[in-house]
Structure formats: C-alpha cells, structure tokens
C-alpha cells in the first residue's frame, strides 16, 4: 500500500508568480485536505475535498484554489504568490469523509518558499 | 470557533524518563475527536494517539497513553520510557466539524528534546 506522496519536495517561486503543488492520496481514500504550515507553527486548514468537490474551506484567498481529480489525487494552485505564502504545505488523505475512519494520513509536504 | 493551545513550546526528558506534554481545547461541540500528532525532522506528520470525546477511557498506545479531561477540556500525552526516536514536535489537534466540513485545528506545538 502506497503512502501519501506529494510534488515537488522543494520549491522556489518569486512574488506575483503562480504554483501547483501536487498531491497523491492514499490508495482507496477519496477526501484531500491541504494545510499551510508556516515556520514555528501549526498546520493551517487551506480546505478540503471529497470526490472532486470542495467540501471545506479554512481562512484562506480565493487565490488559494485547488482540484480534486477521478483517482483522488490533488493539486493546490496559489495565484499572485506573496511572501508570507513560504511555508511548508502538507496534504492528507482519508479512507472517508466522516466517523472513526476520518483519520489522515499526511504526505511528507512541499516546502515552498517565495522570494 | 474552535481552539488549541499548547503552552509549552519546548520540554525535555532523559531518556528512558516519563514527560507529559500539555493541551487545552475550547469548543462548545459535545462530540468530537481528538488527535496527537508527531512531526519529525523528517516533516511527516505521523498519528500518534486519537480519543473520542464520547468514551470517557483513556487512550493507550503502547508507550502513549492521555489523559483526557472533557469537563476541563483539557487533553495530555503521557510518553512513557522515552527513547531517543521520540525527539520530535508534537502537535495536539481537534477535528471540528462545522457546515458538513470536517477539519483539522492544531495547536502551535512542542519540541520535544530527548536527553541520552
């Protein structure tokens, strides 16, 4: 059974550009959820989804966007990148939506850092 | 709006010692999850512990066990004979649901240090 893989590992973007990061859930789970983890600090809920729709969305701009593909795997796109958008971002996947089987099981996460 | 908080931005323990890491909540849910995240330098997020907030046991896995207090909102982890592969940051999580949207809310963590 394969983990939850994500690409690229780094990545270094300049302000104003736009990126995708790119996530590969976990065989079987169909819910993606991405999160902002700045230097120091805790993961931030970007949003989530469940079989291809957005199903929940954390204090983030719409340039902030994402999709959700028929395998499940996921893209994060950020438009008009800012400084403050360097961070870690880090993906989970779950087996299911709700209940006991929500549990996530997180990527290893693309850094990201905009000068 | 749900909260986590964990005061103790850094701890350390000899190795083979116990050490609790703190974590308080806010909620007006009287259903949830909560959850006990390892981060090493390695940056994978890796489950540690989950409790329900209905069952009033303590979770225990092998050397991890909480100590759930759900009228003080308060939620502990208790590392017992630490090894040096504990060294991590350890973040305590609560999944909220709200609008149809389960979701994740972490605290802002806890290095743990393991002394040899």
């Known amino acids: 059974e394969t983990g939850v893989t994500q690409s690229p590992t780094h990545l270094i973007k300049t302000r104003g550009q736009q990126v995708t990061l790119r996530c590969s859930s976990q065989?079987?789970?169909?819910?993606v959820s991405w999160y902002q983890q700045a230097l120091g600090q805790g993961p931030q809920f970007i949003f989530q989804?469940?079989?291809?729709?957005?199903?929940g969305r954390g204090n983030f701009p719409p340039r902030f966007s994402g999709l959700q593909f028929p395998n499940y795997s996921s893209e994060l796109n950020v438009n008009a990148l800012e400084l403050d958008d360097s961070a870690l971002y880090l993906c989970?996947?779950?087996?299911?939506?709700?209940?006991?089987?929500?549990?996530?099981?997180f990527g290893p996460g693309t850094r990201l850092t905009v000068l | 709006a749900q909260t986590v908080t964990q005061s103790q931005p850094e701890m350390s323990v000899q190795e083979a010692e116990t050490v609790t890491l703190s974590c308080t909540y806010d909620t007006s849910e009287s259903d949830y999850y909560l959850f006990w995240y390892k981060q090493p330098p390695s940056r994978q997020m890796i489950l540690v512990i989950r409790q329900e907030a209905y069952k009033q046991q303590n979770a225990t896995e092998n050397r991890f066990s909480v100590n759930f207090q759900k009228a003080a909102k308060s939620f502990s982890l208790k590392i017992s004979d630490s090894q040096l592969g504990d060294a991590a940051m350890y973040f305590c999580?609560?999944?909220?649901?709200?609008?149809?949207?389960?979701?994740?809310?972490f605290g802002t963590g806890t290095r743990l240090k393991v002394l040899a």
């Open positions: 989970a996947s779950s087996l299911a939506l709700a209940g006991p089987y929500n549990e996530q099981f």
């Open positions: 999580a609560y999944r909220s649901y709200t609008s149809g949207t389960y979701k994740y809310i």
């Open positions: 065989s079987g789970h169909n819910t």
């Open positions: 989804y469940y079989r291809e729709e957005e199903n």
